[in-house]
């Protein structure tokens, strides 16, 4: 199995740090459209503002919600990392991505051919062969996760400060270990 560093190559050839990318991109969302959705505020935007962090409401029938948490998902993420540029056999996706489960990439793909990301050709060949491959679609929303990687490889020596930073200050609190002096 290829280690998530691995997934560096597919992305733009820049290196990454792929395991802390993924974890960052599962938090992350695409770009903010510019005016809140229906499921904010059932389409009464403020006209003064410009952005309503309400956008993204956890009501079920929030379609922008829902979309958000397919394409933001760990898996989906490295399916569209792997798919850019290329087209795969589902064979060489399981193999490329490290810790999923067949049934957990079969469905994995459907949701993204599902939403327009991802094409699947099947050719009709003995034995039978199935290829993957990103639509235009898909194309733009890796463009968008490229952002993100490149913004956490820029500042995750930031947020590894922030996090022992975190961790020392709850220990105190907690009286589980000395006050270190920095």
């Known amino acids: 199995m290829k280690s998530p560093g691995h997934l560096a190559g597919t992305m733009g050839g820049r290196p990454a740090a792929a395991a802390t990318a993924a974890a960052a991109a599962t938090a992350a969302v695409p770009a903010v459209p510019a005016v809140p959705t229906d499921c904010a505020d ?23 919600r829902q979309i958000l948490d397919r394409v933001a998902d760990k898996w989906s993420l490295l399916v569209i990392a792997l798919l850019d540029r290329r087209v795969l056999r589902f064979t060489e996706l399981r193999r490329e991505i490290d810790g999923i489960s067949q049934r957990m990439l079969t469905v994995t793909l459907r949701q993204l051919e599902r939403d327009g990301l991802v094409s699947r050709t099947v050719h009709p060949v003995v034995p039978p062969r199935v290829d993957y491959a990103l639509t235009p679609l898909g194309a733009t929303l890796h463009d968008t996760i490229q952002a993100l990687v490149t913004w956490t490889e820029e500042h995750q020596s930031e947020i590894a400060v922030a996090r022992a930073a975190y961790d020392e200050r709850v220990a105190r609190e907690r009286g589980d270990a000395p006050h270190t002096p920095h």
Do not use: F, S, T
């Open 42 to 64: 059932g389409g009464a935007a403020d006209a003064d503002c410009d952005y309503d962090a309400r956008q993204w409401d956890v009501r079920e029938g929030c379609e922008v």
